[in-house]
């Protein structure tokens, strides 16, 4: 069974940094391409970052380039998104996210619960 569970949100104030990680499971991981996504409060999906299978390529959304960083330890079946200089509108859940292709082609298959980040002062 395909399992992704996201960690490390929590509340932080603005300008602070979080790194969340996604743990994988039931899946060769080091095969496919990752994300993660967001939504924000009444807001509707945003992709925030994409790294394909070896690591070897990443893309992020304008609104967090130069702030957040994807990565992923194909080693130990884990995705990460260190995020620094947050912004309230950072404000959402997160989600990874497991491509069905190694390159980042296509869509999603699976999707993890979600870790709330909240930036706040």
């Known amino acids: 069974e395909v399992q992704l569970v996201e960690s490390g949100g929590g509340l932080v104030q603005p300008g602070g940094s979080l790194r969340l990680s996604c743990a994988a499971s039931?899946?060769?991981?080091?095969?496919?391409?990752m994300s993660w996504v967001r939504q924000a409060p009444g807001k509707g999906l945003e992709r925030v970052s994409t790294i394909t299978s070896g690591g070897g390529s990443t893309s992020y959304a304008d609104s967090v380039k130069g702030r957040f960083t994807i990565s992923r330890d194909n080693a130990k079946n884990t995705l990460y998104l260190q995020m620094n200089s947050l912004k309230p509108e950072d404000t959402a859940v997160y989600y990874c996210a497991k491509f069905w292709s190694a390159n980042g082609l296509g869509g999603y298959d699976y999707w993890g619960q979600g870790t709330q980040v909240t930036v706040s002062s």
């Open positions: 039931g899946f060769t991981f080091s095969s496919y391409a």
